[in-house]
């Protein structure tokens, strides 16, 4: 039979702005959360992660929020580029690294 | 340090053969994680191994396989291929065991069945 792809959720920002990508996680049990970047043809990159005796984490340019209350992650980009454009997965790793379904980040020059 | 390899990087089988992938860690990673990507079902988990032994397993069938050699290598393994396996096979490895440590990515095997 016909197989439903997965619809990435997409974020379209322009050039300097700021993005910010969200993400549901669902095991309450999690200690662990990893945002990776995929661009095509590639595998997932390692961007950022965080534990969960936090509720900020910044980078370079990144910095990762963690809200255990309401289970929720999310990755925001300063002064975004156009080599950010990327697909991004948030994973969660309880006792295996489960990953979100993705979001499509395009950056209009 | 090198990244994590990944051969073949592509691969084009008939439906009915098996093949094997083959993966190498990062130096000193002793933990070796399978992923399949489609876009159907996005990232899914297949196994991970750490010295050797597989110490986590996701919810495939007993045709994809997998093993850890002494220096942390590992192979995944996939008998009787169908059409739905057609994917990218990704590995990551992890210092420690995935639970605790971050998992660095190859480039993955992209296979396709006809």
């Known amino acids: 039979g016909e197989s439903v792809g997965l619809h990435l959720p997409t974020l379209s920002v322009q050039e300097g702005d700021n993005s910010i990508i969200n993400c549901a996680y669902s095991?309450?049990?999690?200690?662990?959360f990893i945002w990776y970047k995929q661009e095509s043809g590639k595998g997932p990159q390692f961007i950022i992660d965080?534990?969960?005796?936090?509720d900020k984490r910044q980078g370079q340019r990144v910095t990762v929020l963690l809200n255990k209350t309401v289970k929720h992650l999310s990755l925001q980009i300063a002064a975004t580029q156009p080599g950010d454009s990327a697909v991004y997965f948030c994973?969660?790793?309880?006792?295996?690294?489960?990953f979100g379904a993705g979001t499509i980040l395009r950056v209009k020059s | 340090k090198a990244g994590v390899t990944q051969t073949p990087r592509y691969l084009i089988k008939t439906r009915g053969q098996q093949v094997t992938l083959s993966c190498s860690p990062i130096?000193?990673?002793?933990?070796v994680s399978w992923y399949q990507q489609t876009p159907g079902q996005g990232l899914q988990f297949l196994f991970e191994y750490f010295s050797e032994t597989q110490r986590n397993k996701g919810n495939f069938p007993g045709r994809f396989s997998g093993r850890q050699f002494s220096n942390s290598r590992s192979e995944m393994n996939v008998s009787t291929l169908e059409l739905g396996d057609s994917a990218l096979y990704l590995c990551a490895s992890s210092l420690e065991n995935s639970g605790v440590s971050t998992q660095y990515f190859g480039p993955g095997t992209r296979l396709t069945v006809l």
């Open positions: 130096s000193g990673h002793r933990s």
């Open positions: 965080i534990r969960s005796n936090m």
């Open positions: 095991n309450s049990a999690s200690d662990y």
């Open positions: 994973a969660e790793n309880g006792n295996k690294l489960v």
